[in-house]
């Protein structure tokens, strides 16, 4: 007496997909959200980092990149040349203060992000997913603030003209410049 609706979704689940024609999605599991990213491998939304060093690193550039496009995740304890689970070797409580810190201090404006983590047979993994900015251009450094962009699965400084664009106002919903 029940109906069954289904449709064929040819394309994955992502955090970074927006809702289409009326259909929601519920996400998997973190576990399984975080092994089909590691799957998908490095790209314009996910990048992987055994850890984060203490002055942020690379790491921090790619937080206000993402800001400044789409949104996107940090998978902490997983290798970037191997797409290994290597696990991350501080407390879980220590490396979410770290990552808040390093990110209150050196991206400006500060982006929403949040975290999420997984265990896969005794190694942990840290997702920082970071949310789409409302209010680009995001830069490091609020003494003299630098500006990145993320291409592919690289993170690069800003030229000129992306700058300019980013700090374009868009029209709602549509993202061109007014």
């Known amino acids: ?87 991350i070797t501080e407390s879980l409580g220590r490396i979410k203060d770290s990552v808040t810190d390093l990110i209150r201090r050196k991206v400006v404006p500060e982006p929403l992000f949040r975290f999420e983590h997984g265990e896969f047979g005794g190694r942990t993994v840290v997702a920082v997913y970071i949310e789409q900015g409302n209010s680009p251009p995001y830069g490091i450094n609020p003494e003299k603030p630098e500006f990145y962009v993320r291409r592919g699965a690289s993170t690069f400084p800003a030229k000129h003209e992306e700058i300019v664009a980013l700090a374009q106002p868009k029209l709602p919903g549509i993202g061109y410049p007014l």
């Open 1 to 87: 007496s029940d109906w069954l609706d289904h449709s064929y979704i040819s394309q994955r689940w992502s955090p970074f997909r927006q809702r289409s024609d009326n259909v929601t999605f519920d996400p998997p599991d973190i576990r399984t959200q975080i092994q089909e990213m590691i799957a998908q491998g490095e790209g314009p939304t996910i990048e992987f980092k055994r850890h984060i060093s203490d002055d942020g690193g690379m790491a921090i550039k790619t937080v206000a990149a993402f800001a400044n496009s789409e949104g996107g995740v940090i998978l902490l304890g997983v290798d970037d040349k191997s797409n290994e689970i290597v696990g």
